[in-house]
């Protein structure tokens, strides 16, 4: 039998949190044991693993919480990531972590498995887990990429309201049921009513940068350079919320630095792992995909694939994925897994292969 | 006192039949009398125009109900255009017609009266009305283009059920309240489910052409050409339908031929007729337009106004209008409008001036 690894879920109570959760169980990552950690708010309360109940505990630097973990997956907030991650790696421990807060820092591996799974291989004990709305558009442009080079990419986003978490999946869920009982609709999450609206802004308080863009849309921009490896691709994002609950939706121009055709761009996309192509503008119901259909899918899914028309060499993809499950949960988990098959996880008070 | 017309309202009882019978009165066309044409179906039906009921009457080639009329403003299917039309227009009366029918026959002009008002004059009788996705970004794009030119537009659209017409409008209602219900949810009008849903198909049976872009797409490409006057103008559109009941949203990517700052974009949209420049990305309240903010209003809204960071001379722009309005029942009216300024109407048994 293989190694079996201490496990711990930071943010465990969250949306991402739950989903890391099942997936692990689902997927059979080998787990020797499993910590729920959380603030202390959330201190009690228990959920099922491989039918056990597991009580959650509060996540601290200050006690031996850490101290016997081998992998952490974490999905808190980016204070929180920033606060226990270096002191639990520092203990020998490899953080997956889901916020933003390392994936810009240059050792700290940013990794979609399918597409730069060799970045994990001198990693300092913290991976960053790249954005939700990166990942699928990264995971379906590397076949791409890899046959014909990427020069610009223009992508507009129709992101689900799970993407701003739990307690946003529940104002989408009241307004809803406000607007069908004729009540005032309730809204505190989201910066504009999102029921049979769209909001050009993600992200909460001030997410505006200089440059006009929002903070989300210069992650899609900086972190698809950072895991194709290649700076000298343009990217320009609107990045748009709507009332949908879970999966993300994106309509993708590429301009690619060679001519490739739909039929290749179809041809290679199918190959590809984790990516199911659904395209077939004859059949009434396979014809491209929709949220609706992505959510609770592990796959990424490609559509609309055409061939730019205004520009010499270019595509057009429609790409949907469930944003907590490729977009986060499973991406994490992913991550997990391919570090434990190529042994990249040194074991609480070991020592991490960038640090040797 | 000034002329006044006889004018009649085709498709009255549709959603931007309703509409434009409400513009009329309200933007106080000159009036000399009405009539409100329809299908069989809808004969009898009664609607108050200037506190008079009017009753439906049903279009036909057959007998005289053509015959006394200066002005259609039309919004039935497009094969019923291109069955009364002709008729229509040869007896002297203008029809604007809000179909796709005619837009692309070479002497009919397209026009937004804000861009090309002068596409008017050598009329033949039928003026179209532009596709409602185009109306509102050309509105919108018509300065840039006048300052500094433009080479390619990329657009992602996030239009509202409204655009399907007054069933898809019910639709969407009834999912809500079999959602709210608990009941399952029913459908007919839209390909998939469209409440917690986008869907990257707009045009209901077979809408995908051979280049793998729908009809809508391709409208916005050969429109856009069109209005403008440009064919060098390269466009790639992909057309989504989204749960909103009014407001069409578009997330727009420009190439200009010369640099033009975020600033000078701004300063040259707030001055531009029809346009309402929201963009004070400091107020939390006045950031960027919403589909729900523009429903029920004029103008069009233009936000998130940035310099594209992924090309050399671009911008980009986030244009909302409410689509019965500006992107149907609005435009018509405005453009008959400026036909009774400019004398550009003959009354029935004249001659238009393209005829001449």
């Known amino acids: 039998m293989g190694r079996e690894y201490r496990v711990g879920i930071v943010g465990a109570t969250g949306a991402v949190g739950q989903t890391m959760l099942e997936i692990v169980e689902r997927r059979q990552f080998p787990v020797k044991s499993l910590k729920l950690l959380a603030s ?60 933003s807060a390392f994936r810009m820092v240059p050792d700290v591996p940013l990794v979609v498995p399918e597409v730069n799974p060799h970045a994990l ?49 529940a104002e989408l869920e009241e307004q809803a049921r406000a607007w069908a009982a004729g009540r005032e609709l309730p809204r505190s999450i989201f910066p504009k009513q999102i029921l049979f609206n769209v909001i050009p802004q993600i992200g909460q308080s001030s997410p505006f940068q200089e440059n006009g863009y929002t903070d989300e849309e210069m992650k899609m921009v900086n972190e698809t350079r950072k895991i194709l490896e290649d700076d000298s691709i343009r990217v320009s994002a609107t990045t748009v919320r709507v009332p949908v609950f879970y999966g993300h939706s994106e309509a993708v121009n590429v301009e690619t630095k060679k001519k490739i055709t739909a039929a290749e761009a179809k041809a290679l996309l199918q190959e590809f792992p984790g990516i199911i192509v ?21 796959e990424t899914f490609v559509g609309r694939i055409r061939e730019d028309i205004s520009t010499e060499n270019g595509l057009v993809l429609w790409i949907v994925a469930d944003n907590i499950r490729k977009g986060a949960a499973l991406n994490a988990v992913q991550i997990a897994e391919i570090m434990a098959k190529k042994n990249l996880i040194p074991g609480a008070g070991g020592k991490h292969p960038g640090n040797a």
């Open 40 to 99: 202390s708010r959330s201190v009690g309360r228990k959920f099922r693993f491989r039918g056990e109940e597991i009580a959650v505990q509060e996540l601290s630097t200050e006690n031996d919480v850490l101290d016997d973990l081998d992998l952490i997956l974490s999905s808190a907030g980016g204070k929180i990531s920033k606060w226990f991650a270096p002191v639990a790696a520092e203990k020998g421990c490899v953080v997956v972590d889901n916020t």
């Open 278 to 298: 659904v395209d077939d503008l004859e059949g009434q119901d396979r014809r491209y995909p929709v949220a609706l259909d992505a959510a609770g899918v592990d």
């Open 121 to 169: 291989d001198h990693h300092k004990g913290i991976i960053a887990n790249p954005n939700c709305s990166t990942i699928q558009m990264v995971h379906a442009l590397k076949p791409i990429y890899d046959a014909v080079g990427i020069k610009r990419i223009v992508v507009s986003t129709y992101q689900a309201a799970s993407g701003a978490g739990g307690r946003a999946i």
